[in-house]
Nanobody, 115 residues
């Protein structure tokens, strides 16, 4: 089993910044992709960013230039730095790991961008 524990999130004003982190534990090792998704009320869960073990990253168009994903393989941790936040970034953010063909999810953390 693989467990994911997220931290960070909260309330921030438009234009502000937040940082999320997610640490994996359990039977996980070797090569796996780590990612962040988000789900706004009444909408589907969408991909925000991915990061491979070698550090290759991919971003949704809506967050390019504002969000930065990174990871520490030794700590089995993925980070999401979010800058220039907009109200439309408000959502529950989920950590995801794809390991040996299986998807694992964190419990989600709320990010609210509002004045």
């Amino acid at each position: 089993q693989v467990q994911l524990v997220e931290s960070g999130g909260g309330l921030v004003q438009p234009g502000g910044s937040l940082a999320l982190s997610c640490t994996a534990s359990g039977n996980i090792f070797g090569i796996y992709t780590m990612a962040w998704y988000r789900q706004a009320p009444g909408k589907q869960r969408d991909l925000v960013a991915t990061c491979t073990r070698s550090g290759n990253t991919n971003y949704a168009e809506s967050v390019k230039g504002r969000f930065t994903i990174s990871r520490d393989n030794a700590k089995k941790t993925v980070y999401l730095r979010m800058d220039s936040l907009k109200p439309e970034d408000t959502a529950i953010y989920y950590c995801n790991v794809l390991f040996r063909g299986a998807d694992y999810w964190g419990q989600g953390t709320q990010v609210t961008v509002s004045s």
